[in-house]
């Protein structure tokens, strides 16, 4: 496709467009093509979706995007206005693919699938964790959000508990799953073993350290000790009579 194949986008430069409506993606209308095209939203969000899990954030740009799709940067701007909405639209994307499980009688065990899920899905998008904080209305983040929210309210909390445990939740995946992403991205493959050496060289100066086996990939995968931290915070967050 060329440049003549699309007009210029509604309402001006997208640079007059984004200093006219600065407002989250998820809360405006994508404006009417004047002709149909080939070029929407999904096709956008999976192209970024693609470059993003290529290159990560920094390597999302306009410009690479509209390559990848085949179109002018000119053509995107009918859709998204900036690199933040491709962000908050993909950032979305990923939470669908936390599956939506029927709820059942076990409260806990729905939530942890859930949020077992959900640190999954981000792994697989090792650059979503670091997004996690921008104002999220997105469909999928909020039916998600929704079913957590469901299966705790089911076992008995409710405000501010239920607010806080909903957060919790969230703050321990999102950190999981930034720190494992992070690790497995940046870091030496014997980084962990050389930095496991510096405790067990100093006993004396880090006793409870060396005891309990820290950075010992050998004794505790990523794995089990998410599993097992989720365990702990679901186990101590009982609906208030103390049933369930």
Known sequence: MTDTDFDQPPGGTPGERRRADPGSVWLREEPARPRPAPLSRERIVDAAVTLLDR???DGL??????????VTSTALYWHVKTKEDVLDL?????????????????WRGDARTLVRDWRAAMLRHPWAPGLIGRPMLGPNVLARTEYLQSALARGGLSDPELTVVTRTLANYVIGAALTEATWHRNADPQARTQARRQITANPAAYPTLHSSGHLDSTRWSDDDLFERGLDLILASTPPPDGDG
């Open 61 to 70: 740009t306009m410009r690479r995007l509209a390559q990848l799709l085949d």
């Open 90 to 106: 993909a950032l979305d994307h990923v939470f669908g693919d936390v599956p939506l499980p029927g709820a059942t009688d076990d």
């Open 55 to 57: 290159h990560g954030i």
